[in-house]
DNA sequence: GAGCTGATTGTCT
DNA sequence: GACAATCAGCTCT
């Protein structure tokens, strides 16, 4: 777990092809965006909340939120106040386990946005904080060569929207939207 | 296939 | 009181 103890725009991008797992159930991660303290758009720019805490006690840690009211969303925290946002997982694990959960045959769409991936995994706030290298959680790093990396801007913020901090693997049939044409 | 809109609630100003 | 790191369902082309 080493390897977090950097910023989010640097662990990003290597967090691709990881397998993320909660409780067994889970999958290759496809998708992420990188989100830094000194970014108008980062739940921690303003400084330490209730809402934020776990971005500011560091990794290995999950800092989990519920977005619009509805829907939760997982980030994996960097060093620094930083974090990584989980947007998408190609599932390869417990995918019987996610269909349930979602209600949905569709394996390309069960984990294809932040929110989605929550239900199908199971997140939700009663995670917040917990330890990244501790049960239900699991994360293996891939193993030899990177799949090729697509970036872009990142989705859904009204602010700083020209930091291209959006990461996925290119050509992948599992985003949440597909890239720019590189 | 692409684009728009309503739903719903915790958090911060 | 306004807003938000979203989703699903609808309309229009």
Redo the contacts with the bound molecule.
Sequence with gaps: MRFLDREAALVAPALLGAKFLVDGVGGQIVEV?A?HPTDP????F?GP????GA?FAGPPRV?V???????W?I?IVCANAS?V?L?ALEPTDGIAAMRQR?G?EDVR?LC??????C?ALGVT?ALDGHMLDAPPFTLVLPRGAAAAVAIGP??????AMEVPWRFGVAGSRFL?KPFPKA
């Design positions: 965006e989100y758009a980062s739940h921690s303003r909340t209730p809402r934020n971005m800092y939120y519920r977005s619009y009211g509805i829907h969303c980030n974090a946002l947007r979602r949905l769409t294809s946005g932040p929110g989605k991936l239900a706030g990142r989705i859904g913020i009204s602010k949440s």
